[in-house]
């Protein structure tokens, strides 16, 4: 897709990987809405129309269906329609399988999958009728190979990984990609908390031997979204960390 003058939604853009996506997109000349469950700082759309472009923020929890439903209805009445829509927003909640409740693997789940349903659903119905569209979905390397204490999380994104390999199938015949990202280690506010001990297990575990940047990933959801004749893939952004083949 060539993505000048595009509109570019991102769910949980305020800060971390949403965050550098977005700007990635806005120095391509898109236009950028931006996300959180609560209102969106007037100094973050400042900043990306900084790069020249529209921008304009929509809250609301996309883990609920009708109020996806209507932010994306929100965006559509400010911007037009959005042409591309990356499916960021996620939480973990960690714990040992045994000490795990319900409640905690249901909502993890109910945000990282059921928000991605919600939001690719409304989305998808008016990128089928303009017959073009670009869907990218935040998977992890979690979903990939598992992680101790990440069940729920693990669960989720693997949940993510089947759900975008079946919509692009569906996509396809409308000119629609929808593809993943799976990132691996990379040095957020997430990672940030970590002690100097476990990052630097965690480093020696990746055959790069480092933790990656978040515009390491923000480039790979710019490459999926230029290319037309990539549908259907998980893209791995994680210094080698999973292998397949």
């Known amino acids: 897709m060539e993505l000048q003058g595009k509109n570019v939604l991102i769910t949980g853009s305020t800060r971390g990987i949403g965050w550098g996506i977005a700007q990635a997109f806005a120095k391509e000349g898109c236009h950028i809405i931006l ?20 921008c304009i923020g929509v809250s609301g929890d996309i883990s609920d269906f009708a109020k996806a439903g209507e932010l994306l209805a929100e965006a559509e009445a400010q911007l037009g329609p959005v042409h591309v829509l990356i499916n960021n927003a996620g939480i973990t909640n960690d714990k040992l399988m045994l000490r795990m ?60 990984v089947g759900f975008t390999k079946s919509v692009a199938r569906e996509a396809a015949a409308r000119g629609i990609t929808v593809n993943a990202i799976a990132p691996g280690f990379i040095e957020t506010e997430m990672t940030a908390v970590l002690s100097d001990k476990v990052k630097e297990q965690a480093a020696q575990s990746i055959p790069l031997k480092h933790f990656g940047q978040v515009a390491e990933v923000a480039q790979a959801a710019v490459f999926l979204a230029k290319n037309s004749y990539i549908t259907g893939q998980v893209l791995n952004v994680d210094g080698g960390l999973v292998m397949q083949g």
């Open 35 to 54: 996300n959180g469950r609560g209102p969106v700082a007037q100094e973050l759309i400042a900043a990306i129309e900084a790069q020249g472009v529209r």
């Open 101 to 160: 409740t319900a409640g905690d693997f249901d909502q993890v789940v109910k945000i990282n999958l059921g928000g991605t349903f919600n939001m690719t659903q409304h989305a998808l119905k008016k990128m089928m009728k303009l017959r073009e569209g670009v869907i990218i979905n935040m998977a992890s390397v979690s979903g990939l190979m598992g992680n101790l204490g990440q069940a729920n999380y693990a669960a989720s994104k693997a949940g993510v």
